[in-house]
């Protein structure tokens, strides 16, 4: 069974950085989107950013706009997210996971935008915004 492995997370002030690694299998990237998601303790999961297959086009939900950014790198078949300005509502678990349906990414929480799209989640990797 394909299951993404992500890394990365840790304890963070307000205000810090912290990059997060999302190891995928070797032909996702060729074939998919890949997006990363959050679930903070009560609240459903959600989707803050994708890059497509191919043109690594981006998309980020509005909550992260401007402070996270979304990379890969295909010779180590692994995709990033750069958090930068963290803030304690960041603290969540933070999901990496492939879009089946897309090479291109659907614009994060955008009208054709479906998290039950995604597969080979991974158990994801705790992030913690607290002074």
């Known amino acids: 069974q394909v299951q993404f492995v992500e890394s990365g997370g840790g304890l963070v002030q307000p205000g810090g950085s912290l990059r997060l690694s999302c190891a995928v299998s070797?032909?996702?990237?060729?074939?998919?989107?890949i997006g990363w998601f959050r679930q903070a303790p009560g609240k459903e999961r959600e989707g803050i950013s994708c890059?497509?297959?191919?043109?690594?086009?981006?998309s980020y939900a509005d909550s992260v706009k401007g402070r996270f950014t979304t990379s890969k790198d295909t010779a180590k078949n692994t995709v990033y997210l750069q958090m930068d300005v963290l803030r304690p509502e960041d603290t969540a678990v933070y999901y990496c996971?492939?879009?089946?349906?897309?090479?291109?990414?659907?614009?994060?929480?955008?009208?054709?935008?479906?998290?039950?799209?995604?597969?080979?989640w991974g158990q994801g990797t705790q992030v913690t915004v607290s002074s």
């Open positions: 996971a492939a879009d089946l349906i897309h090479r291109r990414c659907t614009e994060v929480n955008g009208p054709t935008y479906r998290i039950y799209d995604y597969s080979y």
């Open positions: 070797e032909f996702a990237l060729d074939y998919y989107a």
């Open positions: 890059i497509s297959s191919g043109d690594d086009s981006t």
